[in-house]
């Protein structure tokens, strides 16, 4: 699940909410952080790319470059707040549901979704090399329309 509450239906206690949580990820909550935070977490759970991230602050007048709009998502990503998912080399997608999941990838619409947890079993994973340890194990499995 998401690190933050679910504050959706109470817009005016949101913005302190993001604040706090922003606080104790040890980030700072620059004006463009918490706006671009108002936008991941405002409507729930959800897959968001950097450029559809962008997109929706360029459309609610929030002045953001896509170089900050990049940045913001890893330093959320480093601090626990959300799960990249990365489709190949060039596509990543930044999931604010953190807990252990899987993901489908509508390969026609370029749309990540996630798989019920209890859907897929891994076993078998080879040990991790020495001095380090398994994190967590992504699978994505792609489909199309057929």
Not at 33 to 52: D, M
């Amino acid at each position: 699940m998401s690190p933050l509450p679910d504050n959706s239906r109470h817009p005016t206690s949101r913005r302190p909410c993001l604040t706090a949580v922003l606080r104790m990820a040890r980030l700072r909550p620059t004006r463009q952080r918490v706006a671009l935070a108002e936008l991941l977490y405002g409507g729930g759970h959800r897959h968001v790319s950097a450029e559809q991230l962008h997109g929706e602050a360029v459309d609610a007048g929030v002045p953001v470059s896509l170089a900050t709009v990049y940045n913001t998502l890893h330093q959320f990503q480093n601090a626990g707040l959300l799960r990249e998912i990365t489709v190949d080399a060039a596509r990543s997608y930044f999931d604010t549901n953190t807990s252990d999941h899987h993901h489908f990838f509508i390969e026609d619409e370029e749309r990540v979704m996630d798989i019920p947890s209890n859907s897929i079993e891994v076993r078998n994973l080879p040990r991790a090399p020495r001095g380090m340890e398994v994190t967590h194990v992504d699978v994505i499995v792609r489909v199309r329309r057929n």
